[in-house]
């Protein structure tokens, strides 16, 4: 049995009616937007090729902000930050164990990033890269703040993981849907929270009030509209679409879900940092 294959198993015997959470949105169709590329270069390379100097630095840029990398110290405390939480807030058993399973799925990513960062820079494989945006230091003080963190951050994964299925980096492209996968899941485990939360009239108002916090956050963290970097991206294959257009079809994913939830929308510009 290989590496991966022991992996997959213990994967399946985690199985529950519950979790993988990503199982029930899948299984009503393709749950996100499709991406399609513009006319551009048809760059593709893989590891151990020789890369483009620019090419390099965009796609390690990237790779910065994704995080989820086991030499990167900053990934394993939020980790860590994540199982404090759940001990200290999560109101029952049930949920601190959908946490722990999370934890285990993050910390699998964690695998699969560290694997294409040693075969792209050894050095960069070991660096620590502190998460600069501030959506990831908001404080969490309730179980409903970590119920919108789930649902708004690692969908933003899930949606960025979305585009890399069209990468031109190989390593990247083979990993997406496996990502991709696991964030959808990742974001439906907040959402499952945030059901519960707001079945009663003092979860919904707390979650309501919570939200005028959460959602400016989540838009801003997909990055200005008007970035002068994103061209390149787009240009080298390494992204095929731009802010605006990533966001805005968050923001319609994220827009149906929260109104389902009974709640109201927020000024999409309130509170912006990042237009």
Same mark, same amino acid.
């Given at each position: ?5 022991? &992996?997959?198993? /213990?994967? =399946? ?6 979790? %993988? ?24 390379? $893989? ?17 910065? @902000?994704?995080?989820?990398? /086991?030499? *990167? ?16 807030? !999560?109101?029952?058993? =049930? ?10 799925? =993050?910390?699998? @990513?964690? &695998? ?11 050095? !960069?494989?070991?660096?620590?890269? %502190? ?5 990831? @230091? ?17 969908? *933003? ?6 585009? #890399? ?16 996968? $696991?964030?959808?899941? @990742?974001? =439906?485990?907040?959402?499952? !929270? ?19 916090? #959460? ?23 390494? +992204? ?11 923001? /319609?994913?994220?827009?149906? +879900? ?18």
């Amino acid at each position: 049995m290989s590496e991966m294959d022991v &992996i997959r198993d /213990a994967e =399946e015997r985690g199985r529950t009616d519950v979790w %993988p959470l990503w199982r029930r949105v899948y299984a009503q169709g393709d749950p996100l937007p499709k991406f399609t590329p513009p006319a551009r270069p048809a760059h593709r390379f $893989d590891e151990g090729q020789p890369l483009p100097e620019e090419y390099k630095g965009l796609l390690l840029k990237m790779l910065r @902000h994704e995080g989820e990398r /086991a030499g *990167n110290k900053s990934f394993l405390g939020l980790m860590g930050t994540c199982l404090d939480l759940a001990e200290a807030l !999560f109101p029952t058993r =049930e949920m601190r164990l959908l946490k722990a399973e999370y934890l285990a799925e =993050e910390l699998k @990513h964690a &695998i699969m990033f560290h694997r294409l960062a040693v075969g792209l820079e050894h050095d !960069f494989a070991l660096r620590d890269v %502190p998460y600069a945006h501030y959506a990831f @230091h908001l404080p969490r003080e309730s179980w409903a703040d970590d119920a919108f963190f789930h649902f708004f951050v690692d969908l *933003n994964g899930a949606f960025h993981a979305r585009d #890399w299925r069209e990468s031109s980096y190989v390593p990247l492209q083979k990993m997406s849907a496996t990502v991709e996968r $696991d964030e959808v899941g @990742h974001s =439906e485990m907040g959402y499952y !929270f945030l059901q519960e939360i707001c079945s009663t009239p003092r979860g919904k108002a707390q979650a309501q009030a919570l939200l005028a916090k #959460w959602y400016p956050a989540t838009l801003d963290m997909f990055g200005r509209s008007d970035s002068p970097n994103v061209p390149k991206f787009i240009q080298w294959g390494l +992204k095929s679409v731009g802010n605006a257009e990533i966001r805005q079809a968050y923001k /319609a994913y994220v827009d149906r +879900k929260l109104v389902a939830l009974g709640l109201d929308l927020p000024d999409e510009r309130a509170r912006r940092r990042f237009l």
